[in-house]
Nanobody
């Protein structure tokens, strides 16, 4: 599967952004879809993921919402109440089976990343 992320940008603290990830390939509905982020000098970290349920990192719970549209082969991340510490490159990722995982090495497919910058 190939993934293409979009929707990043510059926003003020407290604002909102919506990221989208379009997937090509077969059986999109069978994949676990996730979002990760990586800030400069830091490791890539889990943000959210969905199969038939959803899981969020504690740092974004209540502010971010992940959703998927299996008919359109897309997964989105609605981000609200953004904070400067949310600044990072955001990546969408997919894994074929086995449920949601929060470690990057559990995901086989990655998009190219989209920059999110939150100014204070």
């Amino acid at each position: 599967v190939q993934l293409q992320a979009s929707g990043g940008g510059l926003v003020q603290a407290g604002g909102s952004l919506r990221l989208s990830c379009a997937a090509s390939g077969r059986a999109f509905s069978a994949y676990v879809m996730g979002w990760f982020r990586q800030a400069p000098g830091k490791e890539r970290e889990f943000v959210a993921a969905t199969d038939w349920t959803t899981l969020y990192a504690d740092s974004v719970k209540g502010r971010f919402t992940i959703s998927r549209d299996n008919a359109r082969n897309t997964v989105s991340l609605q981000m609200s109440s953004l904070k400067p510490e949310d600044t990072a490159v955001y990546y969408c990722a997919a894994r074929g089976s086995g449920g949601i995982r929060t470690t990057a090495n559990a995901y086989s497919y990655w998009g190219q990343g989209t920059q999110v910058t939150v100014s204070s």
